[in-house]
């Protein structure tokens, strides 16, 4: 897969990065990502982290599951293991004091340990090894057909009227990849697609998730008198 000029290559990719711990916000390898900045301690790790070459902050989903308190951070949630960094690739400030930034996902990590706390914000001491293959991921083709057929009732039911056209125009490999941001799955869901393999792998997760889906929430079949 071709990769862009400013595109971080294996050996860029350091040992700590600021984590950002979002519960059922999903960021994938080639994904974009766009969020609202406006607390303090997360102003301050942009800020930081658009200081260094890389430009990289790392989503992970907190283990809710948990408890508050639960990780190595006194006060804080417990993190997945696995979370996805992403290059910020566009910035910029509003009026009432918010950064609205773009985060382009470029290989997951796995976390080894949390440092204590030197910072407003959390760092993580973080292993790309697992992953590297992230960084250039061959052309995955899906079952087209099977996947539109299990979306198209998944939105329905959801009320979300997407752009039909450009949807179907897209490569195999981006739809998936923006079916399984922005499509409101639960946080495990979430950490389950992040977790597949590749994308051949996760389109098979996302199109059982919405099939069940689907069933979950069409109810009983009529009754016949």
């Not at 992403?86 to 918010?98: M, N």
């Not at 329905?156 to 981006?174: S, T």
Request: proline fraction near 10%; charged fraction near 25%; aromatic fraction near 8%.
């Amino acid at each position: 897969m071709a990769k862009g000029p400013f595109d971080p290559r294996y050996e860029d990719l350091p040992e700590r990065i600021p984590v950002f711990p979002l519960s059922g916000v999903l960021l994938l390898p080639r994904g974009r990502l766009p969020l609202n900045i406006f607390e303090p301690r997360y102003l301050a790790m942009i800020r930081d982290a658009l200081g260094l070459s890389e430009r990289l902050i790392g989503m992970v989903q907190p283990k809710e599951d948990e408890g508050l308190g639960a990780g190595v951070i006194p006060g804080e949630p417990a993190l997945s293991r696995v979370g996805c960094a992403g290059r910020i690739v566009s910035f910029a400030e509003t009026g009432d004091g918010r950064y609205v930034i773009e985060l382009k996902g470029v290989a997951r990590f796995t976390i080894k340990s949390e440092p204590p706390r030197e910072l407003e914000y959390r760092m993580a001491s973080v292993d790309w090894t697992i992953y590297r293959g992230d960084l250039e991921e061959p052309p995955h083709f899906v079952d087209r057909e099977r996947f539109m057929k299990a979306l198209k009732p998944y939105f329905a039911q959801r009320g979300i009227d997407p752009d039909w056209r450009a949807l179907e125009a897209l490569m195999d490999d981006r739809l998936v990849i923006m079916v399984a941001m922005l499509a409101p799955f639960s946080a495990p869901e979430k950490q389950a697609l992040l977790l597949a393999a590749d994308t051949g792998q996760r389109a098979e997760l996302l199109i059982g998730l919405m099939e069940m889906a689907v069933r979950a929430n069409s109810g009983p079949p009529p009754q016949m008198n």
